[in-house]
């Protein structure tokens, strides 16, 4: 068992959980993610399935992952290239990612904010809204 694991947290099968992250209080990590070890999640977040947490990337607490969203850490990927650079990304209290979304590198997404299933976030999302689309962009307040 991880010791940054906290036992109030479920990760289900076939998860690779790298052992320096840090993983909140009653979290629930589904089948089939991947956990870098420079990752902070929060108290109380949800990964659904499929999703790799890349090093530099933090959710908060409350936060929704929903399934196959793929998050990134390097705007200009190449293989075997030694010189990249590592681009941080910051998904805020209570915020929601819905399934198949693309979040790019450098991304802050804001306090309670929704992000609709599918879309392709570019950059940043204030708090409180919900955003659509490829690329995602606004499309209305959301109260909770």
């Known amino acids: 068992m991880n010791p940054n694991v906290p036992e109030s947290t479920k990760i289900w099968q076939f998860c690779v959980i790298f052992p320096e992250c840090q993983i909140g209080e009653n979290c629930n990590i589904c089948s089939h993610c991947l956990i870098e070890n420079d990752v902070k999640i929060g108290n109380n977040v949800t990964v659904k399935c499929g999703v790799q947490i890349w090093d530099g990337i933090e959710l908060e607490d409350n936060v929704m992952v929903g399934s196959n969203v793929t998050f990134t850490n ?43 299933a599918g879309s392709v976030v570019t950059k940043d999302v204030p708090a409180g809204e919900l955003w659509m689309g490829n690329p995602a962009r606004f499309y209305k307040k959301v109260e909770f």
């Open 74 to 116: 390097d705007m200009y990927p190449r293989s075997k290239n030694k010189n990249w650079t590592l681009l941080k990304t910051k998904v805020c209290k209570g915020a929601t990612i819905g399934a198949g979304s693309t979040i790019l590198p450098g991304i802050t997404i804001g306090e309670n904010a929704f992000i609709a």
